[in-house]
């Protein structure tokens, strides 16, 4: 079996082996190592990549993964068996997860510890980390976890403490796992926050994840999801938050730390506008549908409407006009949107050769439509005198 020197130290990033056997895979040649650094995908963290070096070649690692108590490196191209390579980790990568996959233990534990949430579910992405608890906690329980998390961090000097007890010692060790475990056992213990049964690759002390952040909660299941992110992603994380605040506080010339007040002002004058036009529209509305009165098939071209405006604008005009009322608003350049009306009338076969001839879509009852066409003014007003003088939908 290949030894997996990961185990032995998760900081390693170069190390020298063999070359045992190299086979064409589905995505690349499969590589067995008499020895290796790179971990493989498992117990919900990835796994890693980098490159093997051999007499001036370079090859990279793709993914790894365990097969059969080997661990099989996909790379993008073969080796002899036989030939002696340097590994070398992409330790950025390596790095990041183990702040995650650390940071997780550490949320995992205390959570455990305070509440007896138990983890039924990890998921280490590119982005996020997220942990799936059996049980509902609330707002209030999130940011205490996430204090004591880095109060955890902070203020414990211990290093972390990975073993493999014998099977009389792991009867009186009381650590979380998620399934019943056969042969050796790697117990990863973090003192004063987590004991765990892992295979992945950690830090050596938990200050060296930095920083534990509690993005999102929201309820899954019996329990809830929890999203999170640490260490260096945490640090990119609260820096675009910080760059997002500072130009939402030079745009509302706003404190930093009174930016949200100042969106709730803004929101609340953005609010009393829009009652303010909703009552000018109604006005011009109503202007338009006495100028239209009697005057059975209407077009109209009203600029600067919303989709609900148009159609309160088609149905005022509509219950005068005595025909179908179609109306428009936009620019060439962006296109129009459009609502047709028909009191009793049938529009589909209308509208149907209205959006295959202006490049449009949309529908909705049959005697009320709603879409958008990506024709000129010009061409619309065209389509429509073709339906007046011919009577009939232009084909």
């Not at 990863?188 to 060296?208: K, L, M, N």
């Not at 338009?288 to 088609?314: I, M, N």
Request: with cysteine.
């Amino acid at each position: 079996m290949t030894e997996k020197l990961y185990e032995q130290d998760p900081f390693l990033i170069k190390f020298e082996a063999k070359v045992l056997s190299c086979e064409q895979g589905k995505k690349g040649f499969d590589i067995i190592l008499d020895r290796t650094a790179f971990y493989p995908e498992g117990g919900g963290q990835p796994w890693d990549t980098g490159r093997l070096e051999a007499a001036g070649r370079q090859v990279k690692v793709l993914k790894v993964h365990s097969r059969a108590g080997e661990i099989v490196h996909t790379c993008s191209h073969p080796l002899e068996p036989g030939t002696a390579v340097t590994g070398v980790i992409h330790w950025d990568r390596r790095f990041d997860l183990m702040q995650q996959h650390s940071g997780e233990h550490i949320v995992s534990g205390l959570a455990h510890y305070l509440w007896g949430c138990e983890n039924v579910g990890f998921h280490m992405g590119a982005e996020v980390v997220t942990i799936d608890f059996d049980r509902p906690l609330t707002q209030e329980q999130l940011a205490t976890l996430e204090e004591a998390a880095n109060r955890h961090l902070w203020q414990v000097d211990l290093p972390v403490n990975i073993t493999y007890p014998s099977p009389q010692e792991l009867e009186h060790i009381r650590y979380r796992s998620k399934k019943a475990l056969t042969g050796p056992v790697r117990i990863v213990e973090f003192p004063g926050a987590d004991c765990c049964a892992c295979c992945g690759t950690h830090v050596r002390h938990p200050a060296q994840v930095g920083l534990i952040k509690l993005l999102s909660m929201e309820k899954f299941r019996e329990g809830v999801r929890i999203q999170l992110v640490c260490g260096g992603r945490a640090f990119r994380y609260l820096s675009r938050c910080m760059e997002q605040n500072a130009q939402v506080s030079h745009f509302l010339s706003a404190k930093p730390f009174e930016t949200a007040e100042a969106v709730a002002k803004l929101l609340a004058k953005n609010e009393e506008l829009k009652a303010r036009l909703t009552v000018l529209e109604e006005d011009r509305f109503a202007q338009l549908a006495g100028q239209y009165a009697g005057a059975g098939d209407v077009l109209l071209f009203e600029p600067g409407l919303s989709p609900d405006s148009l159609r309160r604008l088609c149905d005022a005009v509509l219950h005068t006009c005595g025909g179908r009322c179609a109306c428009f608003s936009g620019t060439d350049g962006w296109g129009y949107k459009y609502a047709i009306g028909q009191a009793g009338g049938d529009l589909r076969g209308f509208v149907k050769e209205l959006n295959q001839a202006l490049r449009g879509r949309g529908g909705g009852k049959p005697d009320f439509v709603q879409g958008s066409v990506q024709a000129a003014w010009q061409e619309i007003d065209a389509f429509f005198q073709a339906v007046t003088r011919e009577g009939t939908v232009p084909l």
